[in-house]
T-cell receptor, first 110, second 116 residues
Framework: DQQVKQNSPSLSVQEGRISILNCDYT??????FLWYKKYPAEGPTFLIS?????DKNEDGRFTVFLNKSAKHLSLHIVPSQPGDSAVYFC?????????FGTGTSLTVIP | GAVVSQHPSWVICKSGTSVKIECRSL??????MFWYRQFPKQSLMLMAT?????????EQGVEKDKFLINHASLTLSTLTVTSAHPEDSSFYIC????????????FGPGTRLTVT
């Protein structure tokens, strides 16, 4: 069964607006969470991460929020830019394993 | 949900030996699978694209004679690290692309290789 779920396969947002990508996980013992961005024909690029001791981590236009009680994390991109159009994967790293979501394809409309 | 497995999850080998890592898509067919190498807190590095029934496509800088890829069936791709050296120690992660709806990419849990 999927340990990490991204229930929205795609998302379209107007340039300048906020993009919110969501991710749910199943195991409350997970303690480190990552977001990757992937362009076609390229490997995923690490974007931002958060450990379970925090509930928010910010890096420029990207902010990740972690809600441990809901087992939910989200990535906010503001303001969204056309170059942000890509597939975004959330992932969990625990011990020797990574669990990835299936990705959300973000399209930022100019 | 779709699952991709990797075996083994963790392997230790001696320098100079070869190690085979399997990547399986458990409930869907995947014409295309990808092999990545994960460096600590860095991007996943795409090593190669594995295509069922044909030769793998390697990314620039990846030695195809060292990292042998065989995509023998629509559900199995293998990566063999030949003549392993300590610098090959890393996480190796595969993913499988479902080439029919929903067109999603599913990642395996990774294999930790330690070369002593």
């Amino acid at each position: 069964d999927q340990q990490v779920k991204q229930n929205s396969p795609s998302l379209s947002v107007q340039e300048g607006r906020i993009s919110i990508l969501n991710c749910d996980y199943t195991n409350s013992m997970f303690d480190y969470f990552l977001w990757y961005k992937k362009y076609p024909a390229e490997g995923p690029t690490f974007l931002i991460s958060i450990s379970s001791i925090k509930d928010k981590n910010e890096d420029g236009r990207f902010t990740v929020f972690l809600n441990k009680s809901a087992k939910h994390l989200s990535l906010h991109i503001v303001p969204s830019q056309p170059g942000d159009s890509a597939v975004y994967f959330c992932a969990v790293n625990t011990g020797n394993q990574f669990y990835f979501g299936t990705g959300t394809s973000l399209t930022v409309i100019p | 949900g779709a699952v991709v497995s990797q075996h083994p999850s963790w392997v230790i080998c001696k320098s100079g030996t070869s190690v085979k890592i399997e990547c399986r898509s458990l409930d869907f067919q995947a014409t295309t699978m990808f092999w990545y190498r994960q460096f600590p807190k860095q991007s996943l590095m795409l090593m190669a694209t594995s295509n069922e029934g044909s030769k793998a496509t390697y990314e620039q800088g990846v030695e195809k004679d060292k990292f042998l890829i065989n995509h023998a069936s629509l559900t199995l791709s293998t990566l063999t690290v030949t003549s392993a050296h300590p610098e090959d120690s890393s996480f190796y992660i595969c993913s499988a692309f479902r080439d029919y709806p929903p067109y999603e990419q599913y990642f395996g849990p990774g294999t930790r290789l330690t070369v002593t």
